[in-house]
């Protein structure tokens, strides 16, 4: 792990205990609604989550799947193992960190994560490794928060962004859409209920 990488995994850590309440009232009003609208799509004998953190997605689970789940914060994962244990969630959750995936090429029918890519220190060696591991014909899904396409709004953004990474760990002016383009998927698709900053991405391998 980069020393970057390090320093980001630090203030997850940090975060853990208290990141299901920090988010909860946009979780309720908004980020919910949208992981299901997500997860509704995920498919296929063999399903990874990236980014798994606290296990905010495991309600959304398909029965029908095998489903592994990694994350590169150990406080993060402690905490989701004990929902998956609380809830008896059939995953299978490693500690593992999404720029250095230990899989075999072609592993997974489906690769899925939401709001991973704003912390993650290198995103497009990231992606490229989703894209590694994704079967042929198979598919990537994305839920992200990305840069505004307003001007005023995205220079507030940036200007305001070092700030934010360095107490959250997280990155506000992302441009995730462009750095899944950079990858050689077959079709990407763009989700009619995305907004200016927040992206639904169904890209196809």
Same mark, same amino acid.
């Given at each position: 792990?980069? =020393?970057?990488? $390090? ?7 940090? @975060? ?20 299901? #609208?997500?997860?509704?799509?995920? *498919?296929? =004998?063999? +399903? @990874? ?7 905010k997605n495991f309600a959304f689970y398909p029965d029908d799947a095998r489903m592994t789940? +990694?994350? /590169? !914060?150990?406080?993060? @994962?402690?905490? *989701? ?5 609380? #809830?008896?969630? =059939? ?8 720029? !250095?995936?230990?899989? *075999?090429?072609?592993? /997974?029918?489906?690769? +899925?994560? !939401? /709001?991973?890519? &704003? ?14 591991? &994704? ?5 990537v899904l994305l839920l992200e928060h990305v840069l505004s396409s307003n001007k005023i709004?995205?220079?507030?953004? $940036? ?6 990474? $360095?107490?959250?760990?997280? $990155? ?10 950079? &990858? ?15 992206? @639904? ?5």
């Amino acid at each position: 792990m980069t =020393a970057n990488s $390090n320093r980001i995994r630090q203030r997850y850590d940090r @975060l853990a205990p208290y990141f299901d309440s920090l988010e909860g009232v946009l979780e309720g009003l908004l980020f919910r609604r949208l992981r299901k #609208k997500l997860w509704v799509q995920a *498919a296929g =004998a063999h +399903i @990874l989550e990236v980014g798994v953190g606290t296990g905010k997605n495991f309600a959304f689970y398909p029965d029908d799947a095998r489903m592994t789940g +990694i994350d /590169f !914060s150990p406080r993060m @994962l402690e905490i *989701a193992q004990r929902k998956q244990q609380r #809830k008896q969630i =059939a995953v299978d959750l490693t500690l593992m960190d999404v720029q !250095s995936l230990d899989y *075999a090429d072609n592993s /997974f029918d489906t690769v +899925i994560g !939401s /709001f991973v890519f &704003c912390s993650v220190p290198k995103p497009r060696k990231g992606l490229k490794e989703l894209y590694r591991v &994704c079967k042929p014909g198979g598919q990537v899904l994305l839920l992200e928060h990305v840069l505004s396409s307003n001007k005023i709004l995205a220079t507030l953004m $940036n200007l305001f962004n070092p700030l934010v990474v $360095n107490t959250l760990g997280a $990155n506000i002016n992302r441009q995730t859409l462009k750095n899944v383009q950079a &990858c050689p998927f077959q079709k990407i698709f763009i989700d009619p209920a995305s907004s200016d900053m927040i992206k @639904l991405i169904r890209a196809i391998k």
